[in-house]
């Protein structure tokens, strides 16, 4: 059965929903308030603390459509992509999730249930994974649902203990742990590989497309396990695997999805082979870069930021191989948005911010990545017959031109060299390089730097300021001095750059001295000292040197306003909501806000409008944004509010906005509440329960957005022909007028396969006493294909029907085979299907008299119908 990729999600979704679940939106790609995932790679999540049982919700059965990234730490798939049919950075998990609502019965007739009626796969394809020692799902498996034994494969056992077991999963050394139940599909014979447990299960032919995690147990400290009061259900079934089931494809780059990105990233390139690993990767990494900085995430050289860097360039390297000239990448965020901004609507909100970030980071690749590539045909040469790059090679182009090691891997694989990685580690060891290696999180500066160092700052009233060099890092070793492309730490003993810390990033801009470049490209604390994070552009740098530190103006001005802006966000939320909301975390940069606060539920639209009136009018009376020093007492005595994670040592900055917000802040703010300009919220969502988030624009940046929501508006009018404000009363006419003609288009279509199939019929030939009917026909879809044989059928009798048609919207093969059940002892219809089905680089499956294939080779199409006629004569 052929579905969509939307069809597949909503389809999963609204089975839930119809079984008791309620639909969650899918959480941040950065994880709210756990400190060991680097990026949200499950779909149970935003679930932990619930199984945790720290956290408890209104309902107790849940079902998402999560955004996942796997591209760092211990499941690093990146090297992987591309270069295999399943690996991506960025994948959807499709889940459902019980938190002592229902349990393995349950969980597994509604696994049964979906896979083989709704999304209608053969029951002879499927084969299922227990826990050795779990007779529970076993016999549930076996007895009810009727599987055979032979279908049903035992895994693990207790040997080496519970936590070692394949089927066995754990959150941790500790907590709630459960056997595992997996559902793998077969693609059949002509793919190689075997079933699970078996020596060959590595093969391509069975894969697991849904596993079923039984929360039953507890383990302790000790290492043993205690039954939990409450059993629950952990399930995941990922969306690009299940496509390429649906949609009868074995690579995942080949489902509707990836077909359209491939074919933008092959215009965008103009290459005529897509069938590039290049062109997969591309299409592959967009979805994560452009979902990551969607969620808060911009390239830097640290943590997240790094991983999201070494994806970018990866990509870019890989344009460059399909000939690309000049920057690309983010001419590719224009079509996802597309694809996929109804699923995710960030996407289409943040899709400038998400353009300018990939533009920027491919133009300063680009370089210094001549210059690396240059490098490394130089050492190339030099290793004559030797196919090992030393990880002195790969350490000095990572450290001289930012090349991940993996990016250096990727380049030399297709040239049949290795990375000599131990080599690389030992130098990265050696150099205590600022940034860690693919597999690490990044360094805290905190905790890695020895400096006892005092800076002064004087940026509340400046952003342009005399100071000298009183220390100087490569990564975390202390230095004399720096040289041109080299990544360093500059420390001053007076800087205007505000250094990140509550909520307020960190200022960037450049320090020069005489002729001499540093451009600071991140600015943190350590201690009490101000560390400047960048690279030498120009000349030297050294100890005891006399500089200017100049910060980067305009953005500073747009970050300042920003963050006045959550102040009055939050006076604003407080005094329509009520007392008890509270700041819980925000983020403040140049382009827009990110304040999450303490409130139940979703806003209103008369809150919404309510909140944003509030700001702008607070915008409007100009107040005065004063700054009065105390100590803490006499601060609380006045009335001031203390923001979220922040620690007050001696005196304290009172922030006062007129009448309307009187705060604890220590970062840089506008003048006047008029220099914000214009205030506009852009989203609001859940991200934790009982937790919420706000995402706000001010200034040039709310005046660009808005913009263009009022561009989309116009074209939305132009292409309806009405107005803005009939807009959506003629959208709504147009949406069921076409549903009118479609409905009418559908009855006429019946009408003509009716009529059709009269022709067919009386043109059928004969092979054995056996009516057959073979034949192309134009247009058709598999519905359409179905229904003929249908007609077919009951007016031949006995005989064998194949059609074959292809799908003008996907361009993909599709062929049906019925055979008359008074025939299914000698021909199958699915070995039929499957035979024909070959000519077209497909394959299918279904009922002994009905079976339906895909292919991707339309050219073969008179070919599989030609194949028929030969089929039947052997085995009639």
């Known amino acids: 059965m052929y579905m969509t990729t939307d069809e597949i999600r909503s389809t999963y979704l609204n089975y839930f929903k119809r079984h008791g679940h309620e639909i969650v939106r899918s959480s941040s790609l950065v994880p709210y308030n756990d400190p060991t995932l680097l990026f949200t790679n499950a779909g149970m999540n935003q679930f932990k603390d619930i199984y945790l049982g720290k956290d408890r919700r209104s309902y107790i059965n849940a079902t998402t459509a999560q955004k996942c990234v796997r591209a760092g730490g211990k499941q690093n798939d990146l090297d992987n992509?591309?270069?295999?049919?399943?690996?991506?950075?960025?994948?959807?998990?499709?889940g459902n999730f019980s938190f002592g609502g229902y349990f393995k019965r349950e969980a597994i007739t509604h696994a049964w249930t979906l896979l083989t009626e709704d999304f209608k796969l053969p029951k002879e394809s499927l084969m299922v994974t227990v826990y050795a020692e779990d007779e529970e799902a076993y016999n549930i498996w076996h007895k009810e649902i009727g599987l055979p034994a032979e279908k049903i494969v035992r895994i693990g056992d207790n040997k080496g203990g519970r936590y070692n077991s394949d089927n066995f999963w754990q959150m941790g050394d500790t907590g709630p742990c459960g056997p595992c139940s997996e559902v793998f599909y077969d693609h059949g014979e002509g793919i190689w590989g075997g079933p699970p447990g078996s020596p060959e299960e590595d093969g391509d032919r069975f894969i697991e497309i849904w596993n079923i995690v039984f929360m039953q147990y507890n383990r302790l400290a000790d290492g043993t396990f205690e039954p939990l009061g409450k059993p629950m259900i952990d399930n995941g079934l990922g969306l690009e695997r299940i496509a390429a089931v649906l949609q009868g494809v074995h690579s995942n780059y080949d489902i509707d999805l990836f077909r359209d990105l491939i074919d933008t990233a092959a215009n965008i390139l103009n290459v005529t082979d897509k069938s590039s690993k290049s062109l997969r990767v591309i299409s592959d990494h967009i979805r994560s870069c452009a979902f990551l900085i969607a969620d808060g995430v911009l390239p830097s050289n640290e943590g997240r930021g790094y991983v999201l860097r070494r994806i970018i360039r990866r990509a870019v390297r890989h344009g460059r191989l399909?000939?690309?000239?000049?920057?690309?990448?983010?001419?590719?965020?224009?079509?996802?948005?597309?694809?996929m901004g109804k699923a995710y609507p960030e996407l289409v909100e943040q899709q400038s911010l998400i353009e300018r970030t990939l533009k920027k980071e491919e133009e300063q690749f680009l370089n210094t990545l001549d210059r690396g590539l240059a490098l490394l045909d130089s050492e190339l040469e030099k290793l004559g017959a030797e196919r090992t790059i030393p990880g002195e090679v790969a350490f000095k182009l990572y450290d001289t031109y930012g090349f991940p090691a993996d990016l250096?891997?990727?380049?030399?694989?297709?040239?049949?060299?290795?990375?000599?990685?131990?080599?690389?580690?030992?130098?990265m060891e050696k150099q205590r390089a600022r940034a860690k290696s693919a597999s690490s999180f990044g360094i805290d500066y905190n905790k890695e730097l020895k400096l006892n160092a005092q800076t002064t700052f004087s940026g509340y009233d400046r952003t342009e300021d005399n100071g000298k060099i009183i220390a100087l890092f490569k990564g975390t070793e202390e230095t004399d001095g720096i040289l041109t492309d080299e990544q360093a730490v500059i420390v001053l003993d007076n800087t205007p750059f505000y250094a990140e810390k509550g909520g307020q990033i960190g200022d960037t801009g450049e320090i020069r001295c005489g002729n001499n470049l540093f451009i600071v490209e991140n600015t943190k604390a350590v201690g009490k000292a101000t560390i400047h994070l960048g690279r030498v552009e120009l000349g030297e740098f050294k100890a005891g040197d006399e500089c200017k530190a100049i910060v980067d103006a305009k953005r500073r001005k747009a970050i300042a306003a920003h963050h006045s802006a959550t102040h009055l966000l939050h006076a604003a939320l407080r005094e329509i909501l009520g007392d008890h909301v509270h700041q819980k975390g925000s983020s403040v940069g140049p382009d827009r806000l990110r304040f999450d606060y303490s409130h139940p539920q979703p806003l209103t639209s008369m809150e919404r409008q309510q909140i944003t009136a509030r700001v702008n009018e607070w915008i409007r009376d100009n107040y005065e944004i004063k700054t009065d020093i105390m100590d803490l007492e006499a601060a609380k005595k006045c009335g001031a509010m203390a923001l979220f994670d922040e620690k007050y040592e001696g005196e304290v900055r009172v922030l006062t906005m007129g009448d309307a917000s009187k705060e604890l802040c220590g970062g840089t703010h506008a003048e006047r509440t008029g220099d914000l300009g214009y205030f506009m919220i852009s989203s609001d969502e859940s991200i934790a329960s009982g937790v919420r988030r706000i995402e706000a624009l001010v200034g040039a940046a709310a005046i660009e957005y808005q913009q263009s929501l009022s561009q989309a508006v116009a074209q939305a009018c132009n292409i309806l022909k009405t107005d803005n404000f009939s807009v959506v009363d003629r959208a709504k006419y147009m949406i069921e007028h076409t549903s009118s003609i479609e409905h009418e288009n559908m009855l006429l279509k019946e009408k003509l396969v009716h009529l059709e199939c009269v022709n067919f019929a009386h043109e059928a030939t004969e092979c054995k006493g056996v009516k057959v009917v073979a034949r192309k026909v134009d247009g058709y879809s598999m519905r359409e294909l179905r229904l003929a044989v249908d007609e077919l059928k009951n007016t031949l009798k006995t005989c064998v029907v194949v059609l074959g048609s292809v799908d003008e919207k996907t361009d993909k093969v599709n062929l049906i085979a019925a055979v008359s059940k008074d025939m299914t002892a000698k021909v199958k219809a699915g070995d039929l299907v499957n035979a024909v089905a070959a000519h077209v680089d497909g394959k299918g499956g279904g009922r002994p008299d009905m079976a339906q294939a895909g292919g991707t080779n339309k050219a073969g199409l008179d070919a599989a119908i030609a194949a028929v006629a030969p089929f039947l004569e052997q085995n009639l």
Do not use: C, I, N, P
Not at 326 to 334: H, P, S, W
């Open 81 to 94: 992509v591309g270069y295999t049919a399943r690996h991506h950075t960025f994948f959807e998990m499709l």
């Open 322 to 339: 399909l000939g690309a000239k000049d920057v690309f990448f983010y001419k590719m965020v224009a079509k996802l948005a597309e694809l």
């Open 408 to 427: 250096t891997q990727d380049v030399v694989r297709d040239r049949g060299y290795v990375v000599d990685m131990d080599g690389f580690e030992s130098e």
